[in-house]
Each structure stands twice: as C-alpha cells, then as structure tokens.
C-alpha cells in the first residue's frame, strides 16, 4: 500500500441541531468578536438570524457580500471588515463560496504581501485566524478540505489557495442548516458532492480510508438526493446528503478530484455556469474516457450507486455505472448541454487549453489527455 496522508478539519460536529455547539465551539477557540461570512440570500431565508441568535451576547459583525464562484476582490472587502471590525475569527454560513471566502481572509487578514502570492500548493506561511465553517449546501465539502477556490476575472479562470493552514478548526454539518435551499443549487451542489466521490475513488491518490468515504457518499447520495430535490423538508434525506457532502469533502480533500473539476472550470470562470452543473455537463463523457483504464472501480462505481452487476462483464458494469449517472441527472433536472449555457462553439479550442494546465488536478486522473482529446471531450458535451 502506499504511504498517503489524511487531513480534514480539526473537529467535526454533525447532526440535527449541531448548531446548538456553536457558542461553545466559539468560546473554545477564544473568539470574542467573530465575523460571520454569508450572504444576502442567507439573511433573507433566516438561516444567519439563527447563528446570530445561538451567539446572542456574544460581539460579532456580518459581512454579506459573498456571491456564487466568488471573486478575489470579494477576499479584499472581506478582509477590509474583518480588519476595520478587529475582528478575532471567522464563522463562516453558507454554501462553498461563503467557506472559501472566509478560508482565505482568515489567512490574508494578516499577510503582508499581495493575495495573488498565496494561490498555489502550500504558499501560505502561517495559520491564520480560527475558522468555524458551517454549510448550508450538500456539496463541496470545503468544511473539511485545505483548499479555497476564487474566480480571477480578469483572467476568467478559478484559482486555488492551497494550504493545510485554511483547514477549517471545526466543523458543523447541521441539516437544518440545508433546508431552505432552492431546488436548483440542492441539485447543482448534491451532483458536485458525488463528483468528488466519484473523482476521488479513481484518483491515482486513492487510499483505502478515502474508498471507504467515497464509496459511502456515492450510496448516500445516489439513495437520497432525489428525495431532497422533491421534498425539500425531508429532515432524513437532508441529513444524509450533509453526511455524503461530508464525506466525499473528506475523500477529495486527500485523494484530490481529476479531470471533470479541471474540465469545468473553464465553464465556471468564463460562463459562470454554477459548479455543480458544469461538474454535471463534463461528467458522463469524463467517465466514458477513464473507464477503460480502472473498469473495476467503474464496477464498484456501478454498485455504489445501486446497479445490480451480477453476471455483467466489468466494462458491461462500468457502463451501468454512467448510465446511472446519467439517469440521476436527468431526475434532478439538470440541464443538459454546454449550448443551453450559451458557450460558444470556438470558445472550445481556448477552454481546452486552459483545462489542460490544470495540472493540480490533470496528475490525479487515472487516464491522460492531449490537448486535442480535451477538445473532444468537450465537442461531446456541447
Ligand atoms: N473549497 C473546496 O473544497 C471546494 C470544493 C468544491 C467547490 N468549491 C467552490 O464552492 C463554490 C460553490 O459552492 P456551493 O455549490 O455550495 O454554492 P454557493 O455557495 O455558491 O451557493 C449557491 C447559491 O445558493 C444559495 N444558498 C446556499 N445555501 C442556501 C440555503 N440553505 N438556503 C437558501 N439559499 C442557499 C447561496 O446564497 C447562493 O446564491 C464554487 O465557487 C466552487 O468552486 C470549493
Ligand atoms: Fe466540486
């Protein structure tokens, strides 16, 4: 077996009514002014009223100008409140773009150099502020993982912050947390979470902890994401999709993700096509390239998401395995097609280009791709 490393976040809280520990998570991490990191949406639903309330007594301040696929920009005026408020830590409330946000101003709030110096692998030289991260999608697992994702629009092209420094101190994955999410991003996001799983359990980096996370997600998912999309209050399901999101958080956080995140993030940083759904788009194509080359684990893939592969050959079972995939999207109506998006047909050879120096992400795949195969895969998607 080969040696590999397992980081997540320093402490995990999850359940029903994990909220409830916050005020003492807060306490414990010596927090007396936090800033909450959310957004307008969040307020309107009531779920930041309701941190709020749990801190009551307790000094804080809001910053809520966080947006979906966040910019760099938005890291600056973050970071200028948190510093104006002599802010002491971060609570972040919201889906993967509040956590990524409030990662990366607890590293910037006292860098002295420029944010552009710290995307990369392992650019940050300290720890920063505490971090206390509470989703509220299924989805991205940024609650767990080192990394903070940006949009450099400029350049239209997402960046990383790669650091164990941005690990998140706690943790609290708390379904009710999830509830009010429109159907649409419970969709985009819980299609993300099993991308992750998915990615990670063909990852030339898998280990035998992050199969057994992934493996478990992928069964979650598959099982109760279409009870989440239809009945938006079903508590069980909600819960199962925050443990899955958790859980696949945890086995891409180690065993990394591969080419559909690196082939939809030109679909972000350009189209602004929500995550999940470029994640969506990329998928079934991605995974008719790399089947070939691990069609045992496409097997277990199969399995994972419930296909009965008795008597099948493995490259039969692996195709069951994209069959199903398919089939998941179509319940939670995703839509298809990178031209319902708008993308335009020549945009393609320049995306192609872009996601072939995504290299962070490219070496994890367990097939390699030219340039000119990139392109391919994205004609099929179009
Ligand atoms: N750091 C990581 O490990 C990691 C992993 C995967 C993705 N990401 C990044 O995360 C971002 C996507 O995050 P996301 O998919 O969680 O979506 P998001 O955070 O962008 O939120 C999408 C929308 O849903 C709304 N929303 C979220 N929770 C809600 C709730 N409970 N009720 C009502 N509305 C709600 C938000 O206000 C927002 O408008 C992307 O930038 C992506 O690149 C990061
Ligand atoms: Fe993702």
Same mark, same amino acid.
């Given at each position: 077996?080969?040696?590999?490393?397992?980081?997540?976040? $320093?402490?995990?809280?999850?359940?029903? +009514?994990?909220? +409830?520990?916050?005020?003492?998570?807060?306490?414990?991490? $010596?927090?007396?002014?936090?800033?909450?990191?959310?957004?307008?949406?969040?307020?309107?639903?009531?779920?930041?009223?309701?941190?709020?309330?749990?801190?009551?007594?307790?000094?804080?301040?809001?910053?809520?100008?966080?947006?979906?696929?966040?910019?760099?920009?938005?890291?600056?005026?973050?970071?200028?409140?948190?510093?104006?408020?002599?802010?002491?830590?971060?609570?972040?409330?919201?889906?993967?773009?509040?956590?990524?946000?409030?990662?990366?101003?607890?590293?910037?709030?006292?860098?002295? +150099?420029?944010?552009?110096?710290?995307?990369?692998?392992?650019?940050?030289?300290?720890?920063?502020?505490?971090?206390?991260?509470?989703?509220?999608?299924?989805?991205?697992?940024?609650?767990?993982?080192?990394? #903070?994702?940006?949009?450099?629009?400029?350049?239209?092209?997402?960046?990383?912050?790669?650091?164990?420094?941005?690990?998140?101190?706690?943790?609290?994955?708390?379904?009710?947390?999830?509830?009010?999410?429109?159907?649409?991003?419970? /969709?985009?996001?819980?299609?993300?979470?099993?991308?992750? /799983?998915?990615? %990670?359990?063909?990852?030339?980096?898998?280990?035998?902890?992050?199969?057994?996370?992934?493996?478990?997600?992928?069964?979650?998912?598959?099982?109760?994401?279409?009870?989440?999309?239809?009945?938006?209050?079903?508590?069980? #399901?909600?819960?199962?999709?925050?443990?899955?999101?958790?859980?696949?958080?945890?086995?891409?956080?180690?065993?990394?993700?591969?080419?559909?995140?690196?082939?939809?993030?030109?679909?972000?940083?350009?189209?602004?096509?929500?995550?999940?759904?470029?994640?969506?788009?990329?998928?079934?194509?991605?995974?008719?390239?790399?089947?070939?080359?691990?069609?045992?684990?496409?097997?277990?893939?199969?399995?994972?998401?419930?296909?009965?592969?008795? +008597?099948?050959?493995?490259?039969? #079972?692996?195709?069951?395995?994209?069959?199903?995939?398919?089939?998941?999207?179509?319940?939670?109506?995703?839509?298809?097609?990178?031209?319902?998006?708008?993308?335009?047909?020549?945009?393609?050879?320049?995306?192609?280009?872009? %996601?072939?120096?995504?290299?962070?992400?490219?070496?994890?795949?367990?097939?390699?791709?030219?340039?000119?195969?990139?392109?391919?895969?994205?004609?099929?998607?179009?």
């Amino acid at each position: 077996m080969a040696v590999s490393t397992f980081k997540i976040a $320093n402490k995990l809280i999850t359940g029903e +009514g994990a909220t +409830g520990k916050l005020l003492d998570e807060t306490i414990r991490l $010596n927090m007396k002014n936090p800033l909450i990191v959310t957004d307008d949406i969040l307020v309107q639903v009531g779920v930041v009223s309701t941190v709020q309330s749990i801190l009551k007594g307790l000094t804080t301040g809001v910053y809520t100008g966080v947006k979906p696929d966040p910019e760099i920009a938005l890291v600056e005026e973050c970071t200028a409140t948190f510093r104006d408020g002599k802010h002491d830590g971060l609570i972040a409330v919201g889906g993967g773009s509040a956590i990524d946000i409030a990662k990366s101003v607890s590293v910037y709030a006292n860098f002295k +150099g420029k944010i552009h110096e710290l995307f990369g692998t392992g650019l940050v030289p300290e720890k920063g502020f505490p971090i206390i991260a509470i989703p509220t999608t299924a989805g991205t697992g940024s609650e767990v993982t080192n990394i #903070a994702i940006l949009s450099d629009t400029e350049e239209q092209v997402k960046k990383g912050i790669v650091s164990d420094y941005i690990l998140p101190d706690v943790a609290i994955v708390a379904p009710e947390m999830t509830l009010t999410m429109p159907k649409s991003v419970t /969709a985009a996001s819980g299609i993300d979470a099993l991308v992750h /799983a998915i990615e %990670a359990y063909i990852s030339v980096n898998a280990s035998p902890i992050t199969d057994a996370l992934a493996k478990g997600a992928m069964q979650l998912i598959y099982a109760n994401l279409p009870i989440a999309y239809e009945n938006p209050n079903d508590m069980n #399901a909600r819960e199962n999709m925050a443990t899955a999101s958790l859980m696949a958080g945890m086995a891409f956080g180690n065993a990394g993700v591969a080419a559909v995140h690196a082939l939809a993030y030109p679909l972000g940083g350009r189209f602004h096509i929500p995550h999940g759904v470029s994640n969506a788009l990329l998928l079934p194509y991605v995974m008719e390239w790399n089947k070939s080359s691990c069609v045992e684990r496409f097997r277990d893939i199969a399995e994972a998401l419930g296909e009965s592969v008795a +008597g099948l050959s493995d490259l039969e #079972a692996a195709d069951r395995a994209v069959s199903a995939m398919r089939h998941l999207c179509d319940v939670v109506e995703i839509p298809k097609g990178m031209r319902t998006f708008n993308v335009p047909e020549e945009a393609i050879p320049s995306m192609a280009e872009d %996601a072939s120096k995504i290299e962070r992400l490219l070496k994890n795949n367990p097939r390699a791709f030219t340039i000119e195969e990139i392109e391919q895969i994205y004609k099929s998607a179009f």
